[in-house]
């Protein structure tokens, strides 16, 4: 990729703030394909299924992943320390894209009378407190609607990223993209249109309307790649490939079937490789929000 524009100032690098060093108090991480926690839906960027999976893998407990959010925190502040080259390189290479975005929603909202709201992407190692409860680096990048913030943390991404055979800068801008498509949807209201929709529907129905939320959010981040690559060329030769070889990686049927197990549609969260591709595909070549209407065809009529 090529960045050269101004960097966000939205960026809130945690990472030099100590550790984690409480312990979390139970309950589903709304990262795993949407728990309501401490009064906001987590939307999770990788894949739900696919993460439990993993957790399950790796042998981690994913109900130990999040608390609540009440008591107190228990994340050490005081201690920070200088952050190394290779930390300054990965917050600036993460302003840099959280930039384009900003510029690239700023001007799609302002084409339909909106103003866009910019998120704050946040930085951390381990673990830390979200609007959506405690989130360790487990969970995988995810989008918390109740504090407008995206979260990741670099270190898990990379390995993941790598476990997943995507590697590459676009791959990780295409997953800090599709996080910001969360925030881009729950800027539309189309974040609270679809729970209202899940709180109607059984979990096989609520499933397929979280599969059109996350293929949208892919649909979003292609759309920006596209509108940021005409206006400032950030594209190389391969960072497409990367891109969709990342939308392909993170497809539920692909991990279901890494994770050894049988491949079944109805729990799918995320959607399928084919449909990520498909629809990350859709947003790059059209680049209109209107093409990104993943909800078109579902039973409840097409909305939100
Ligand atoms: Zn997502």
């Given at each position: 990729m090529r960045l050269d524009g101004p960097e966000s100032d939205n960026v809130e690098d945690?990472?030099?703030?100590g550790g984690f060093r409480g312990g979390f108090r139970g309950g589903l991480p709304g990262g795993l394909g949407g728990g309501r926690r401490g009064g906001g839906l987590a939307v999770g960027g990788l894949g739900g299924v696919a993460l439990l999976l993993l957790f399950l893998f790796l042998g981690i407990d994913p109900s130990m992943l999040l608390d609540d959010g009440s008591g107190p925190n228990p994340y050490q502040t005081q201690q920070t320390r200088q952050a190394t080259p290779d930390e300054e390189a990965s917050r600036r290479f993460v302003a840099q894209v959280l930039g384009e975005t900003e510029q690239v929603w700023r001007e799609q909202f302002s084409r339909v009378g909106r103003q866009y709201q910019d998120p704050t992407l946040v930085l951390y190692t381990g673990g830390t407190q979200s609007g959506c409860g405690g989130a360790q680096a487990q969970v995988g990048p995810f989008y918390c609607p109740a504090d407008q913030k995206v979260y990741i943390d670099l270190d898990f991404m990379a390995a993941l990223q790598q476990r997943l055979g995507a590697p590459g800068d676009f791959a990780s801008a295409y997953i800090i993209a599709h996080e910001v498509g969360h925030h881009v949807q729950n800027q539309l209201g189309i974040l609270q249109l679809a729970q209202r929709m899940q709180s109607r529907s059984d979990q096989e129905d609520a499933n397929a309307i979280q599969v059109r939320v996350e293929l949208q959010a892919d649909c979003f981040a292609g759309l920006w790649a596209k509108r940021a690559n005409d206006a400032r060329q950030i594209l190389e030769s391969g960072d497409v490939e990367e891109g969709l070889n990342a939308a392909a990686a993170v497809g539920d049927d692909r991990l279901q079937r890494e994770a050894g197990h049988r491949v079944q549609p109805e729990s799918f969260t995320h959607g399928s490789s084919a449909e990520r591709v498909r629809w990350f595909r859709i947003g790059l070549e059209r680049g209109d929000l209107v093409a990104c209407n993943t909800f078109a065809g579902l039973p409840s009529g097409g909305t939100p």
């Open positions: 945690r990472r030099r703030q």
